[in-house]
């Protein structure tokens, strides 16, 4: 086997498609081990395209059965293939195209196109795997209707399900039956849709805002229709949310969620036809944590939310990626922060909002800054890729979502739901690109600011890498007077360091919100534009700016931006005690938050420049008091607290680290948590107590945010001293009347406990639960990730027997937590985990290179870490890609890698 060919695909190479394919009839005898696709195209040449100008469809792993033009069969010769592409030539300027062919549901390990799981059908069409079911125009500016008719063996297929409505069903010959299925709205063939199977169903009707009457369905497993009633009120609340906040109301008579166990990602947005990842479906207490809870809603709401911001506008060519999921991932997270808001008073909505931030802001920068600092850097508009789906990327996903952020913050509320108006009353229907998106935006901006636009804001779309902006503060004590300077860099990352020309890049469009505390902590007054607030939002759109504030009679101490108004790093050289003052006072629950978490990144840094030294490590009283104090503090909520108390995790604070040394972090870390846990014991065991939750299970956030508290505290303590506090985790464990709880302790126990209790724990956990694979997933999980797994013990894990490479989520669970989230196992001093990972990525490419390619990315960053571990990082990637018969994703990956 041969590598795959690298072809690289620019964005200034967009060319419109030569023929309209307005709608297209397609037929399936459904079968895994052949389904035979019958499609009729009805097929239109765009005026002024030249006769001659081939028509060209693409196809992967297809069998070509038969073509035929307007009833006329083809003969060979009479069409081309070639590299994938299906040509026809000399066709009259409109034609109906006829095109059977066979493909493998059951040999198909990508997951990609039609596959089984279990003993159902299921497809994935995103981006590009519409070209693995038939020829077709599959890109995602040809858009068509779709009449699909479904026909396979009622034994196995009770259920025929496609995009839109059921327009007719009825029994064949031969024990078979058909659904014939049809979608009003035409569509590009990404989000085409089928699945068949014997599925349960959980429903509701509800109505629309017009008073239109929906019916939502949440199909999963048999055996598994106890878990599901979260996902459909989920769903009903995604409906109401569209409706209120943006107006947008379901443009179907029905909508489908269907839970698939094998699944590359988290979800798929297909037209009326929602498939998903079963993690993002079942819940149930038993077996769901808080955290599962929380995803569920999102990924509901997230996909949902896409009928409007990628279904009905969608995305002229893949570069625009980021049109569709920056703006839908805005629009979720949007959506959990007001549930998670909702019924509360000012104060308390604001904290919850703070604590939705502050997960959002960690997520970016454990994810999105190291991406956006290595060898896959690339705007959240990206400008080339030979692989698509490598470029499902935190940046075009979280990035993108800031970016959309910045423009609500630049808008406001209003504005921007005035911007919204504005794209869809111009792009109701069609296939368009960011720039559109930003021109309606553009168009309510210079309303509301005459003589001001957004160009330089447009460049968040053409350039990579995180911003840094410094600060400075000059207070001039006799006039009462503080000058703020803002001054931005943007330096060359990434493929750009290879152009010694574009070492530095323009200045960006950056919203800057911006407090100033008296030296008491107290929020002082600050005049802009001729209004006084709190908090000012600064507009830095040049390399330097500087703003003065009146007033202000003693040195300032400045929060900085508040609420990460902007996704750039800020330089600003705080005291330690300006640090506490902040965690102490800050009146924008996210900068207080912000403060803590660099007072504890800046002591982990120091420890672990001491470790390296081989120097004792210290706890510095000022991180101490500082803890303490929130976690007494009576008017912090318990979710706010929890997320303030924790340490920053490993990945942000690698990205703080030059070069990365993640055993010198881990043991920095655990140092200061097992400090922590001592010096506060009394503290946690409190919190421990006031923190536990009775009665009927609820995630709501509150119950939900104590059980954070409560667990964090059981973490520290057996941190601080496992001996002391392992009986607790060991009741806690047995008594628990939630997963939360359940995986709480047991990961107390597994990471810090000893004795056979431990392994007692282990076992009983995967006795209770061997019958539910996503529990079955939290368990490797949490061995994988666990503080004494090595090299040997996740070999020995992938020889149990429920393992296997096959199932993404599994593959996941074990393979990828331990090559991305146990630092200490990965980077051994032998060298053990790199060969790991090199194996791992080889088995996995041979499968499914989509996920293949993202295990591949955890060497991404490897010239940045410690010399000692660089090499053996480098060496693990040259074999890789020395490796015969690598797919494309992963050749993509490991070549940028390395170059
Ligand atoms: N559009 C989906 C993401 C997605 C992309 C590719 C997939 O298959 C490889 C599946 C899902 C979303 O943003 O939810
Ligand atoms: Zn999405």
Redesign the pocket.
């Known amino acids: 086997m041969r590598t795959e060919q690298a072809v690289t695909v620019a964005r200034g190479d967009y060319l419109p498609y030569p023929y309209a394919i307005p709608s297209i009839a397609l037929e399936f005898d459904l079968d895994p081990a052949r389904t035979r696709v019958l499609s009729r195209l009805s097929i239109e040449r765009q005026p002024g395209v030249p006769a001659d100008t081939p028509l060209a469809l693409k196809g992967e792993d297809l069998a070509l059965v038969s073509v035929a033009v307007d009833g006329s069969p083809i003969a060979e010769g009479g069409y081309t293939i070639s590299d994938g592409v299906l040509r026809l030539t000399g066709l009259p300027a409109a034609c109906e195209v006829e095109i059977v062919s066979d493909c493998r549901p059951a040999e198909n390990s990508t997951?990609?196109g039609l596959y089984v799981s279990g003993a159902s059908l299921f497809t994935?069409c995103?981006?590009e795997?519409f070209r693995r079911i038939t020829w077709f125009a599959d890109r995602p500016d040809v858009m068509s209707r779709y009449r699909v008719t479904l026909r396979g063996t009622r034994a196995d297929y009770p259920l025929l399900l496609s995009n839109g409505n059921l327009v007719d069903a009825g029994d064949l010959p031969d024990g078979r039956h058909q659904a014939v299925w049809e979608d009003p709205h035409p569509k590009p063939c990404y989000l085409f849709a089928l699945v068949a199977g014997n599925l349960t169903c959980r429903e509701l009707r509800t109505r629309t805002r017009s008073g239109r009457d929906v019916l939502l369905q949440v199909y999963s497993d048999p055996g598994s229709e106890s878990q599901t009633e979260w996902a459909l009120a989920s769903l009903e609340r995604s409906l109401r949310w569209d409706e209120d906040r943006f107006g947008l109301e379901l443009d179907l008579d029905r909508f489908m969620v269907v839970a698939a166990r094998d699944?590359?990602?988290?979800?798929?947005?297909n037209k009326g036809l929602n498939i998903f990842n079963a993690a993002y479906v079942l819940a149930d207490p038993d077996t769901a944590t808080d955290a599962n809870y929380l995803a569920i809603e999102a990924?509901i709401g997230?996909?949902y939310f896409?009928n409007w911001t990628?279904n009905r506008v969608t995305c002229r060519d893949w570069f625009q990626l980021s049109l569709k999921?920056g703006l839908?991932v805005f629009r979720d997270q949007e959506f959990t922060a007001d549930m998670m808001a909702r019924g509360q008073d000012a104060a308390a909505a604001a904290s919850a909002r703070a604590v939705k931030r502050i997960d959002d802001v960690a997520t970016l920068r454990a994810a999105q800054f190291p991406e956006d600092a290595g060898p896959m850097a690339h705007p959240i508009r990206p400008e080339s890729y030979q692989e698509i789906?490598n470029f499902?990327t935190a940046t075009v996903?979280e990035k993108g979502a800031e970016v959309i952020r910045m423009q609500h913050t630049l808008l406001g509320e209003a504005g921007f739901r005035a911007g919204m108006d504005e794209y869809f009353r111009r792009h109701d229907g069609q296939a368009v690109t960011c720039d559109d998106f930003v021109d309606a935006m553009e168009s309510v901006y210079r309303d509301l600011h005459p003589g001001r636009d957004l160009s330089v804001f447009r460049r968040w779309y053409q350039q990579a890498g995180t911003p840094r902006v410094s600060v400075t503060l000059d207070h001039d004590a006799a006039a009462q007077r503080c000058t703020v300077t803002l001054s931005q860099r943007n330096p060359a990352v990434g493929v750009e360091k290879q152009d010694a020309s574009a070492q530095e890049k323009p200045p960006l469009h950056i919203p800057f919100a911006l407090g100033l505390l008296d030296p008491q902590g107290r929020a002082l007054p600050l005049t802009l534009d001729g209004k006084t607030q709190e908090t000012v939002l600064l507009e830095l759109t040049t390399a330097s700016a500087q703003w003065t504030f009146e007033n202000i009679p003693a040195q300032p101490i400045p929060s900085l931006l508040r609420d990460f108004s902007a996704p750039v790093i800020v330089d600003y050289p705080w005291t330690d005690a300006a640090l506490a003052l902040l965690s102490a006072h800050d009146g924008n629950p996210f900068a207080r938050w912000e403060a803590g978490q660099e007072l504890a990144t800046r002591q982990i840094l120091a420890n672990a420049a001491r470790h390296q030294a081989g120097e004792p490590l210290a706890a510095d009283p000022t991180l101490v008091d500082a803890w303490r104090a929130t976690l007494r503090d009576p008017k912090l909520d318990a979710a706010y607290r929890a997320r303030a108390l924790m340490l920053p995790s490993e990945k942000t604070l690698a990205e703080r680290m030059q070069p990365i040394d993640p055993p010198a972090l881990a043991a920095a870390r655990d140092f200061l948590r097992a400090e922590l846990g001592r010096q506060l014991a009394q503290d946690w065991r409190a919190a421990y107590q006031d923190n536990q939750t009775e009665g009927a299970f609820s995630p709501a956030p509150g119950p939900a945010g104590r059980r954070a508290l409560k667990n964090l505290s059981l973490a520290y303590l057996m941190a601080g001293d496992a001996a002391a506090n392992q009986a607790l985790a060991e009741t806690q464990y047995r008594g628990a009347a939630n997963m939360t709880d359940r995986m709480g302790a047991l990961s107390a126990l597994v990471n810090e406990g000893s004795g056979d209790a431990v392994g007692q724990a282990i076992a009983d956990f995967h006795t209770r639960w061997q019958h539910d694979p996503l529990v079955i997933d939290k368990w490797f999980a949490l061995q994988a990730t666990a503080r004494g797994t090595d090299v040997a013990a996740a070999r020995a894990l992938m020889a149990h027997p429920a393992f296997t490479l096959r199932n993404p989520n599994r593959a996941r669970a074990l393979v990828f937590q331990f090559c991305l989230n146990n630092a200490r196992g990965l980077h051994a001093a032998d060298g053990a985990g790199y060969d790991f990972w090199a194996e791992q990525v080889l088995a996995l490419d041979a499968l499914n290179p989509?996920v293949a390619a993202r295990l591949a990315r955890a060497m991404d960053n490897w010239a940045r870490y410690a010399p000692a571990l660089r090499t053996g990082m480098q060496a693990a990637l040259g074999r890789v890609r020395a490796h015969a018969g690598l797919s494309r994703n992963v050749a993509e990956i490991v070549a940028k890698a390395l170059d």
Do not use: D, I, K, P
């Open positions: 997951l990609m994935q995103e981006a795997g699944f590359n990602m988290g979800a798929m947005e990924v997230h996909e896409h990628g999921e839908t789906g499902y996903y989509e």
